[in-house]
């Protein structure tokens, strides 16, 4: 059982730090040999794991979600109002998306997505987080100068649209809602939601792109 | 705790490394160490107090350690104070004693597990909200040696409740082994409320923070 004994936690997080190897595949492929010897697990459980969310759970969820709400409104009022339930019609419903909100950008508003104090991801929704999304320069940053980063994702936004960062410091999960791009009227689902990017339903990109779709 | 896991408005890192797309898994080993978290845990830990124990790291291994080394150090930890791991084997790699070869799972078994992990942290009590829609709250100093979820640059601020989402499993409780509900509100600052004169006065960012965490303004 779990003994919640942080100074003890923090005693062996230190003798870690200063007995493990440097190299972290060599730490792993160890720590995998002992636990499948201990017969804690199987080589084959973690061949699985990866390939969930290697081939089979990743933004093409949540472009669908997006591609949905564009042209369905009655879909689109159901994830405003509850995105955990409407992402459940999909099935894409999982781990870490109990509690979903969406927000959608408008010409005058843009929402951006963050974790500052750890990564926080609605993992079943986009799959696994970007590099970047992890890392200390984007949490550092993205709730103090957010134009600043997006200019670095290439996004200008001029000085009238208002950001808004969302800290994510509890168990909701968050959605961008991107705009659906001009000149896609009589477009079809899969063919919208192929425009849409895991960057654009984070925050960091914003005009999706409608060439070589 | 006052570490270097409390990111929000440092500086001094430079610039955000842009990807458009990336594999899930761009080292492989990250997805050995990613399964291996998922599949060989301590039953008894919390969300809570997982992301406590990575907030225990030195800061300078905070820093500087992957992602899913972060995740690692906490399954050692964990493994190591359940009773089912040694130091010892950890560091040597060697099994105190080998055991019986663990069932496989399937790929269908592993999705069922991800889309079963749809948990609701709501938590129902008996009190109502303190706090109202639209009402001015004010966030506490709120120090604490152990785990919270109000950044230290929210700490001491002015913010306006936008959203109500009943009670939920406070993160400062559940870090400590414990189960206990309270509300959580959605509450939104002017950027200039925290970051000063330099913030634009179109932007704003939001929190989802616990009613302890907040005084009526």
Same mark, same amino acid.
């Given at each position: 059982?779990?003994?919640?004994?942080?100074?003890?936690?923090?005693?062996?997080?230190?003798?870690?730090?200063?007995?493990?190897?440097?190299?972290?595949?060599?730490?792993?492929?160890?720590?995998?040999?002992?636990?499948?010897?201990?017969g804690f697990v199987a080589p084959e459980t973690i061949d699985a794991w990866v390939e969930a969310?290697?081939?089979?759970?990743?933004?093409?969820?949540?472009?669908?979600?997006?591609?949905?709400?564009?042209?369905?409104?009655?879909?689109?009022?159901?994830?405003?109002?509850?995105?955990?339930?409407?992402?459940?019609?999909?099935?894409?419903?999982?781990?870490?998306?109990?509690?979903?909100?969406?927000?959608?950008?408008?010409?005058?508003?843009?929402?951006?997505?963050?974790?500052?104090?750890?990564?926080?991801?609605?993992?079943?929704?986009?799959?696994?987080?970007?590099?970047?999304?992890?890392?200390?320069?984007?949490?550092?940053?993205?709730?103090?100068?957010?134009r600043q980063v997006l200019s670095e994702f290439g996004v200008d936004l001029p000085e009238t649209?208002?950001?808004?960062?969302?800290?994510?410091?509890?168990?909701?999960?968050?959605?961008?809602?991107?705009?659906?791009?001009?000149?896609?009227?009589?477009?079809?689902?899969?063919?919208?939601?192929?425009?849409?990017?895991?960057?654009?339903?984070?925050?960091?990109?914003?005009?999706?792109?409608?060439?070589?779709? | 705790?006052?570490?270097?896991?409390?990111?929000?408005?440092?500086?001094?890192?430079?610039?955000?490394?842009?990807?458009?797309?990336?594999?899930?898994?761009?080292?492989?080993?990250?997805?050995?160490?990613?399964?291996?978290?998922?599949?060989?845990?301590?039953?008894?830990?919390?969300?809570?107090?997982?992301?406590?124990?990575?907030?225990?790291?030195?800061?300078?291994?905070?820093?500087?350690?992957?992602?899913?080394?972060?995740?690692?150090?906490?399954?050692?930890?964990?493994?190591?104070?359940?009773?089912?791991?040694?130091?010892?084997?950890?560091?040597?790699?060697?099994?105190?004693?080998?055991?019986?070869?663990?069932?496989?799972?399937?790929?269908?078994?592993?999705?069922?597990?991800?889309?079963?992990?749809?948990?609701?942290?709501?938590?129902?009590?008996?009190?109502?909200?303190?706090?109202?829609?639209?009402?001015?709250?004010?966030?506490?100093?709120?120090?604490?040696?152990?785990?919270?979820?109000?950044?230290?640059?929210?700490?001491?601020?002015?913010?306006? +409740?936008?959203?109500?989402?009943?009670?939920?499993?406070?993160?400062?409780?559940?870090?400590?082994?414990?189960? +206990?509900?309270?509300?959580?509100?959605?509450?939104?600052?002017?950027?200039?409320?925290?970051?000063?004169?330099?913030?634009?006065?179109?932007?704003?960012?939001?929190?989802?923070?616990?009613?302890?965490?907040?005084?009526?303004?």
């Open positions: 059982m779990a003994t919640f004994d942080r100074e003890d936690a923090a005693k062996l997080a230190r003798h870690l730090h200063s007995h493990l190897p440097s190299d972290p595949a060599l730490r792993t492929k160890t720590l995998e040999s002992l636990l499948v010897e201990r969310y290697s081939e089979h759970i990743g933004p093409k969820r949540g472009a669908q979600v997006v591609a949905r709400s564009w042209v369905d409104p009655a879909f689109r009022a159901r994830l405003m109002d509850d995105a955990t339930a409407a992402i459940a019609e999909f099935g894409f419903d999982g781990d870490a998306t109990g509690h979903l909100k969406a927000v959608e950008n408008t010409d005058t508003q843009h929402h951006l997505i963050v974790c500052t104090l750890c990564s926080c991801y609605p993992f079943s929704l986009l799959g696994m987080s970007p590099a970047w999304y992890k890392s200390a320069a984007y949490r550092a940053r993205a709730v103090r100068e957010p649209v208002g950001v808004r960062v969302w800290d994510s410091t509890a168990e909701l999960r968050y959605l961008v809602v991107p705009q659906r791009p001009a000149n896609t009227d009589g477009w079809d689902e899969a063919r919208l939601a192929a425009l849409v990017t895991r960057n654009a339903m984070i925050g960091t990109a914003r005009h999706l792109k409608t060439e070589a779709a | 705790m006052d570490s270097i896991h409390d990111l929000g408005g440092k500086q001094g890192f430079g610039p955000v490394t842009v990807t458009e797309d990336e594999p899930a898994f761009p080292e492989a080993w990250e997805g050995r160490a990613y399964g291996l978290v998922q599949s060989v845990g301590d039953p008894g830990s919390t969300i809570d107090w997982f992301r406590h124990i990575v907030e225990l790291m030195p800061p300078a291994a905070y820093l500087t350690e992957p992602y899913f080394q972060k995740w690692q150090y906490v399954q050692i930890i964990e493994l190591i104070q359940a009773g089912k791991l040694s130091m010892d084997e950890v560091l040597s790699g060697q099994a105190s004693k080998p055991g019986d070869p663990a069932s496989k799972r399937s790929l269908e078994k592993v999705l069922a597990i991800i889309h079963d992990k749809n948990h609701s942290f709501e938590r129902k009590i008996d009190a109502g909200p303190a706090f109202v829609l639209n009402q001015r709250v004010r966030t506490k100093r709120h120090m604490t040696a152990g785990h919270t979820r109000l950044p230290a640059y929210a700490r001491d601020s002015l913010g306006d +409740v936008i959203a109500h989402h009943g009670s939920h499993a406070l993160p400062d409780a559940g870090a400590r082994g414990e189960d +206990v509900g309270e509300h959580l509100y959605t509450v939104r600052f002017t950027a200039a409320e925290l970051w000063g004169d330099e913030a634009n006065p179109n932007d704003d960012v939001t929190l989802d923070l616990w009613e302890s965490y907040l005084v009526p303004a």
